[in-house]
């Protein structure tokens, strides 16, 4: 296919956008053989790129609008690939084609709860149910055999989806490495915090108590990856269970940068997975 010309963008970054949506398509499988994802280019009706499937399927239109994208060419082949990043589909940009796309009315359901409703809202709002219509439902008439046709395309659609989910639970948690092993690097965010005293480190000077806490940490990476940290005051508090003013609180929700530490151990509650962080070094 030829390379469109995108509006709002210089000649540069089209370059350097088609080179990358080039190497997205390298090793997928020909349109002609199981189809292809289209983002259209917006139009003066419709500001937002929107993202379609196309089939080989059926004999008459096999354009099928799947939903809105973005404004931002670069945002919308983001969401866009990242969505359809594990079907064999390849991704191409095109402009939008009144006479391929443009809705006829054959994928609005004609019975039961979602009546009225396009096979594009199923799809996003009850998969389930959209596979019934693909491998369930008996039609009677050929209008109705073209329905069921278009619900395995969204059918797929929803294989294709389920197929990154899958990807991202099996690659997300798991331990960062072995016992021993140093890590660099990392950005997690703060799940949770506790603060308990540290008993190795809690004393009485005379009649008064002097309380070392440490803060416990429940963390995770972009990926999904669960880590646990023991970050210890380096002031005593009069009080048990609370952090010294002049030390840092940690909140839920904060992110984490860190240079380098070291796993002091992998453990798992129930099916999650654990790395625990010491010698911790900030950047």
Known sequence: ??????????????????????????????????????????????????????????????????????ADVHEALRMASTLCFYSP????????????M?????????FGKYRGHFLHEILRIDPDYL?????????????QERFVQIAGIYHSVHLDIQRRKMQQANSGNRFLGKEGEKVENLTL???SVKVEDNPYKTQVKGATPYFYVRQVLKLKDAAGNMVSCRINARTASRTSCQLPAVEH??????????????????????????TRLTHIKKE
């Not at 189809?35 to 096999?62: D, K, N």
């Not at 443009?102 to 004609?110: A, L, T, W």
């Not at 219509?133 to 009677?140: D, N, Q, R």
């Not at 609180?249 to 997975?273: F, H």
């Open 189 to 191: 965010t703060v799940l």
């Open 1 to 70: 296919m030829a390379n469109l010309l995108i509006p709002g963008i210089s000649q540069a970054e089209q370059d350097s956008l088609y080179g990358k949506l080039n190497m997205y398509n390298e090793g997928r499988v020909s349109y002609k053989e199981t189809g292809a994802y289209l983002v259209a280019l917006p139009r003066p009706e419709h500001p937002l790129y929107t993202l379609w499937i196309y089939s080989p399927l059926p004999e008459r239109q096999s354009i099928f609008f799947i939903c809105d994208l973005s």
């Open 249 to 274: 609180a940690y909140q839920v929700g904060e992110i984490i940068r860190i240079a380098s530490a070291r796993i002091a151990l992998t453990y798992m509650i129930g099916n999650t997975r654990y």
């Open 131 to 143: 596979s019934w219509i693909a491998f369930k439902f008996e039609p009677k008439i050929p209008k």
């Open 89 to 100: 589909r390849c991704l191409f940009l095109v402009e939008y084609n009144a006479k391929r």
């Open 102 to 110: 443009q809705n006829r009315g054959d994928d609005i359901v004609f």
